[in-house]
């Protein structure tokens, strides 16, 4: 059998397919077809995300200015759609986006939502061998029942997110750590940052990794995307970008003027949105606060999480760096990954896709199998991930409730968690073997 067909398919003992596990795959892949058929199909593809990333793109394709709401609300107007969110990329996205901007909307939406698909199956069948797990058969498992049944899926797909491309991104410098292809590596974060710009995070991790080929590639190719896209737009609509991009510091909100509150909407999983529902009185009445500390109160307490987390990362990846390893790297860039979620002021639930990879690590890890423990709190991540949820029900909007306005939280902080203390472990385990 070729090393191709091995990434999708696992091995028995005596080398022969696991023919059970190719039946399970099927089905799972056939219902998850029958899904989007119906998707398509019943209307439920209203790309509420697609707008604006396919109205930014189409606007910038004609000389058009992305950021001017002004524009996007004529586009909104003109396709017919009742309303639009705001632009908060770089022009480098639009720039990726543009074979799609050259499709009329309907064409381009369908288009979008079985790229999205297909993508998100290959990341899915193939990610456990590229990634080198032990029992790829069971993180197949795990990735096919999140496409089937996730809520985050569904809405990734509905809305028509960019969450696949990122976890289809991640893969790659995944296997590029772990094969020691550093021009990949560079490549797949530097697609990353023109994507969605927090991949920058991931570039700058490669640093403690001592990963530094790697980093100069990554910073290299990011430069120079971001070089090619000056010279196709233009420096100041950039730095419009860039002026615009901040507005989504902490405790605020692009397009407050226009009566937005991203910071703290329910759908917001992040740990910023999280204590301003806990310590800042809500002007909108949505929610009520345990105790008021006011923005600025809730800002810092914002930040002192975000700097713990990026500690836990960074004694993992100092602490470690003379035992080296491909297994603990890949670890500490999923890791990375996870980091990139939970630090910004904006975590919309169905950003878990892009957690995809990092979940397949965790249960290929022969040990999840072996140790029912472990078993049970991979099993608990998964549903926790996936179960659907109405994050602005009234119960969650006071008291105790708030804390479970953010359910994917939670989750994402162990999953982090656990592969930052793998990480740790393994070199801890490999001084005390030298």
């Known amino acids: 059998m070729t090393e191709r067909r091995q990434i999708f398919l696992d091995q028995s003992a005596n080398g ?4 059970w596990w190719a039946a399970l795959a099927l089905v799972l892949m056939v219902v998850s077809l029958v899904e989007g ?9 209203h790309a509420n995300d697609l707008k604006h990333l396919w109205g930014g793109a189409w606007l910038l394709a004609r000389g058009g200015d992305p950021y001017d709401a002004a524009l996007l609300f004529g586009v909104a107007r003109e396709q017919g759609w009742g309303s639009i969110n705001p632009y908060v990329y770089l022009p480098t996205t639009g720039l990726m986006l543009r074979p799609l901007a050259g499709l009329e909307f309907e ?6 939502f079985w790229l999205n698909w297909g993508l998100a199956w290959v990341v899915v069948l193939a990610g456990p061998r590229l990634l080198g797990v032990g029992r790829p058969g069971l993180a197949r498992l795990a990735g096919a029942a999140f496409l089937v049944a996730a809520m985050p899926f569904y809405r990734q797909q509905t809305a028509g997110q960019m969450n696949v491309v990122m976890a289809g991104l991640i893969l790659l410098a995944a296997w590029g750590v772990r094969r020691r292809r550093d021009w990949l590596v560079g490549a797949a974060l530097a697609a990353g940052f023109g994507w969605k710009i927090a991949p920058a ?3 700058a991790a490669l640093a403690p990794m001592r990963r530094w080929r790697a980093l100069a590639w990554g910073a290299g190719l990011s430069l120079t995307l971001l070089g090619v896209s000056v010279g196709v737009y233009g420096w100041p609509l950039h730095a419009r970008g860039f002026e615009v991009i901040g507005q989504m510091g902490y405790g605020r909100s692009t397009w407050a003027e226009y009566g937005a509150q991203f ?4 759908f917001n999983q992040a740990p910023g949105a999280l204590m301003h529902h806990l310590f800042v009185n809500d002007p909108a009445g949505v929610t009520r606060p345990w105790l008021e500390l006011g923005a600025e109160g809730a800002n810092v307490l914002t930040l002192m999480m975000a700097g713990l987390l990026g500690a836990a990362w960074l004694a993992a990846a100092i602490g470690g760096r003379r035992a080296g390893g491909e297994r603990r790297d890949v670890a500490l860039l999923l890791a990375a990954s996870l980091l990139m979620l939970l630090v910004p002021s904006i975590l919309w639930d169905h950003y878990v896709v892009q957690a995809l990879p990092a979940l397949a690590w965790v249960f290929g890890d022969p040990r999840t199998a072996r140790r029912p423990w472990r078993a049970a709190a991979a099993l608990g991540l998964l549903v926790l991930l996936a179960i659907p949820w109405d994050h602005q029900a009234e119960s969650l909007r006071w008291g105790a409730g708030l804390l479970l306005m953010p359910l994917r939280l939670w989750p994402l902080l162990v999953l982090y968690g ?3 203390w793998e990480a740790g472990l393994d070199w801890r385990r490999k001084e005390v073997r030298g």
């Open 201 to 203: 995070l991931m570039v």
């Open 16 to 19: 022969r397919p696991d023919r």
């Open 263 to 266: 910071h703290r909407d329910p």
């Open 37 to 45: 058929l119906g998707l398509a199909a019943g209307g439920a593809l």
């Open 418 to 420: 656990w592969l930052v």
């Open 107 to 112: 064409p381009a939406r369908l288009c979008w």
